[in-house]
């Protein structure tokens, strides 16, 4: 008898290798089970390109061995076609003896029309193996379709006296560093992970970052800036051509190279999930600054919270947001501490 949940489990560790290049897909892997032994196995790779299913198909030499074999899937295989032909007719080709799926796909396109498909060709299906560990994978995609915005993770340092930065002294420029350099690493890990990344304009005019990943091995996110009154000089790091920039205003829309300029009548935090549902983008990682943080926070519209403590203390300056919750865990990394928040 096959074992569902050690398949699916491996559909699952190939989904994540996807990373941020498949958004705004959801992240999908792809097992081929026969005689209780894979002969098969894919993942979803990039934006426009084959699915996990095609990819675990291409992976076998023999295309025959396929029929009456079964087919784990981390997610409902889609029937439209898109950028690529249905998943669901491709397996139906092969005559596949059964599909097992982790979870339904929430996108209207699919919900549920991939299993309809293969059940009315005779493929037998079995739903909801590892349904949530399926669902936490893609909590981004799911989010996106159920709340109509992208899943939003905050995340800061604060020093352990709880401050951001140091009060500046006549328009002082430069980064005051409260994390030590191990955590920069890990920092960019996380903005690898996310579709886009968002700050305020004051960061970006006292901290001139630059808002890509350089201390790891990953895609540079889309930059999102809110500057309401456009105040910024475009010499500033985040106009650089390392990624898309767009930036949030109330004078103009404009266009130029990898920059773009968005009008709208307020920079809420709902106009601008609003305007990032719009262009498909699944998750932000806000880092800054204390109002922007605190913006989304008032509001509630956050998802996940990751706070840094360094060792520093600064005795005043600006203070940290605040979540008024106990943290879902904590961890020591290095010589600071990380706070960990999750919304149910």
């Known amino acids: 008898m096959l074992n569902h949940e050690t ?19 959801p992240l999908v892997g792809c097992v081929i089970v026969k005689n209780n032994k894979i002969i098969g196995e894919g993942y979803h790779k990039l934006i426009g390109e084959a699915h996990a299913e095609v990819n675990a198909v291409e992976s076998v030499e023999d295309k025959s061995e396929i029929a009456n074999a079964t087919v784990y899937v981390s997610l409902e295989p889609c029937s439209h076609f ?53 669902k936490q994978l893609n909590k981004r995609f799911f989010t996106f379709h159920e709340k109509q915005r992208p899943y939003v993770i905050l995340k800061w340092a604060q020093t352990i006296d709880g401050f951001l930065d140091r009060v500046r002294q006549n328009e002082e ?6 994390s030590a350099p191990e955590t920069k690493a890990l920092v960019h890990k996380w903005r690898a992970e996310e579709h ?37 000089k475009n010499d500033m790091n985040v106009f650089s051509k390392d990624a898309p920039t767009i930036i949030f205003n109330r004078i103009k829309n404009h266009r130029n190279n990898n920059v773009e300029w968005v009008k ?14 719009q262009r498909g983008i699944q998750s932000i990682f806000v880092e800054g600054g204390s109002r922007t943080l605190q913006y989304f926070i008032v509001d509630n519209v956050w998802d ?12 005043n300056g600006i203070k940290a947001p605040v979540i008024n919750k106990i943290p879902t865990f904590s961890q020591q990394f290095g010589d600071d501490l990380l706070h960990y928040f999750y919304r149910k």
């Open 304 to 315: 996940e919270a990751r706070i840094i403590v360094g060792k520093q203390q600064f005795h």
């Open 7 to 25: 398949y699916m489990r491996r559909c699952i560790y190939l989904a994540r290798l996807g990373g941020s290049y498949v958004f705004p897909n």
């Open 264 to 277: 709208i009548s307020e920079t809420s935090t709902s106009n601008i999930l609003f305007e990032l549902h």
């Open 173 to 178: 420029h430069g980064i005051n560093w409260i």
């Open 196 to 232: 886009a990344i968002l700050v305020g304009r004051n960061t970006i005019l006292y901290d001139n970052p630059s808002l890509t990943v350089r201390d790891f091995h990953g895609k540079n996110p889309i930059r999102i800036i809110v500057d309401s009154q456009l105040q910024l």
């Open 82 to 134: 898109g950028k690529t032909p249905p998943c669901t007719d491709l397996l139906i080709y092969l005559k596949v003896k059964e599909v097992v799926i982790g979870c339904l796909d929430i996108n209207p396109k699919v919900a549920g029309k991939g299993i309809e498909k293969l059940q009315r060709s005779g493929i037998n299906v079995v739903i909801g193996i590892l349904e949530e560990e399926c």
